[in-house]
């Protein structure tokens, strides 16, 4: 079992930066995939990017390629999302998650442990 905490959110203009960081204990955290998700009021939890345990691969949604960077450091037990050119739609409370499967997901439902989230509030 693992346990995931983030941090990192808060309010920011658009065209600004934030980056989360998801700090993990528990069990081994090179034996999970992780991924990152976020969910807006009245909205579906939805994918926003993950990484493979070695952190190898990396997919992310088309609504933040090319803006968004998800990186992991296994020595610290943590994964980051680098967030540039925020836009007022990217607010929404961001989770991080573990998922032991054998690669990268985009399906919420195939993570086994979450985070309580950070909240992240874009201004336009």
């Known amino acids: 079992q693992v346990q995931l905490v983030e941090s990192g959110g808060g309010l920011v203009q658009a065209g600004g930066s934030l980056r989360l960081s998801c700090a993990a204990s528990?069990?081994?955290?090179?034996?999970?995939?992780m991924g990152w998700f976020r969910q807006a009021p009245g909205k579906e939890r939805e994918f926003v990017a993950g990484?493979?345990?070695?952190?190898?691969?990396?997919r992310y949604a088309d609504s933040v390629k090319g803006r968004f960077t998800i990186s992991r450091d296994n020595a610290k037990n943590t994964v980051y999302l680098q967030m540039n050119s925020l836009k007022p739609e990217d607010t929404a409370v961001y989770y991080c998650?573990?998922?032991?499967?054998?690669?990268?997901?985009?399906?919420?439902?195939?993570?086994?442990?979450w985070g309580q989230g950070t909240q992240v509030t874009v201004s336009s």
């Open positions: 528990g069990r081994t955290f090179s034996s999970y995939n």
């Open positions: 998650a573990a998922d032991e499967g054998y690669s990268v997901s985009a399906y919420y439902s195939r993570y086994d442990y």
């Open positions: 990484i493979s345990r070695s952190g190898s691969g990396t």
